[in-house]
């Protein structure tokens, strides 16, 4: 992996992070809003309850995902970033710029 390479790598983490971040915070904006109503509308409180835990859920999925790819991040300049955990082969860089949190290559992840 050249530098330019992990450049393009780092770009596409710090994008994914920010893009997250926003899925985020939208996520708890409808949150609030499910909550608030809640209160006026008792008739569909099983079903705002239900989609309050699929957006809870969410949260913590992504919340999750953002501490993996800020992991990757801070380990890119690593001499074992981009490396499979297994064979020791080269994730191949298209790989790392879909999945920068590939910690496999593909025949391993199986
Ligand atoms: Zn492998």
Not at 68 to 90: H, N, P, R, T, W
Not at 92 to 101: D, F, M, V
Not at 102 to 108: A, T
Request: aromatic share 2%; charged share 30%.
């Amino acid at each position: 992996m050249n530098e330019a390479q992990k450049q393009e790598i780092r770009n596409k983490i710090l994008s994914r992070l920010q893009q997250i971040r926003e899925e985020i915070n939208a996520t708890k904006a409808i949150k609030t809003i499910i909550v608030s109503d809640c209160a006026i509308d008792q008739s569909n409180r099983v079903e705002q309850i239900r989609q309050n835990q699929i957006a809870e859920e969410n949260i913590h999925k992504k919340t999750k995902l953002l501490g993996v790819l800020e992991s990757a991040l801070s380990q890119i300049d690593q001499v074992y970033f981009g490396q499979c955990e297994i064979c020791k082969q080269e994730i191949p860089i298209p790989r790392l710029l879909i999945k920068p949190e590939s910690k496999r290559c593909v025949g391993c992840e199986k």
